[in-house]
């Protein structure tokens, strides 16, 4: 078992480029969360995502930032127009019961604006 | 010793000496309760947890208490080792919600 994968680890965008992050989960694991950690701060929570719907995303930015799981393949966190304050580590994590129970994270991936 | 400062706080121990790490959770409701450890570079990797029906829970040289009353947790680690040294966040969680809320994070620096 891989555990979840995050790629790419290290991400460098340009001011006004596109971001896309991707999140494979556990195998057997259909829930998806993504959480976003600024440098000496906590994770906070984005999206929570089952394979073709979006459950809950009220930590989601209201423009610019979307997020998908399809049917098959990765999620994708995608941020469009990149600034300089979407720098940050995005982390992934999947479950098999849809709780917060039992939450499995992947490595992450680190966006740097510049 | 424990600090705190414009950055994350730190508890400096030194090895072999067990270390206290203290979470204030802010949701009353919260019925669930996470500590977990993230390295540099890294993701968080759970370490224990404890549900509200439960004031102590332990595992391999570490141990959570839940006090409800003042919402208050910690994480105590016994006999702390160098391979110790990393960033600890309690999060909140529980029946009623399909996130966690995590913590600010408190640094642990072991010395030998």
């Known amino acids: 078992n891989a555990g979840v994968m995050q790629n790419p680890r290290h991400l460098v965008r340009r001011r006004g480029q596109e971001a896309r992050l991707r999140c494979s989960p556990m195998?057997?694991?259909?829930?998806v969360y993504w959480y976003r950690q600024l440098p000496e701060e906590g994770l906070k929570f984005m999206v929570y995502?089952?394979?073709?719907?979006?459950?809950?995303e009220s930590g989601m930015p209201k423009e610019r930032f979307s997020a998908e799981f399809p049917k098959e393949g990765p999620s994708i966190l995608r941020i469009q127009q990149v600034v300089r304050g979407d720098s940050a580590a995005y982390f992934c994590?999947?479950?098999?019961?849809?709780?917060?129970?039992?939450?499995?994270f992947g490595s992450g991936t680190r966006l740097t604006v510049v | 010793g424990e600090s705190v400062g414009l950055h994350l706080p730190t508890l400096s121990v030194q090895e072999g000496d067990n270390s206290i790490i203290n979470c204030a959770y802010s949701?009353?409701?919260?019925?669930?309760f996470i500590w977990y450890k993230q390295e540099s570079g890294k993701g968080p990797q759970f370490i224990i947890d404890?549900?509200?029906?439960?004031d102590k829970r332990q595992g391999q040289r570490v141990t959570v208490l839940l006090n409800k009353t003042v919402k208050h947790l910690s994480l105590q680690i016994a006999a702390t080792q160098p391979g110790d040294s990393a960033v600890y966040f309690c999060?909140?969680?529980?029946?009623?919600?399909?996130?966690?809320?995590f913590g600010t994070g408190t640094r642990l620096q072991v010395f030998p």
């Open positions: 404890i549900r509200s029906n439960m």
């Open positions: 195998k057997g694991h259909s829930h």
């Open positions: 999060a909140e969680g529980g029946a009623n919600t399909d996130k966690l809320i």
């Open positions: 995502l089952q394979k073709e719907n979006i459950i809950d």
């Open positions: 949701n009353s409701a919260s019925d669930y």
């Open positions: 994590a999947s479950s098999g019961t849809g709780k917060n129970y039992g939450y499995t």
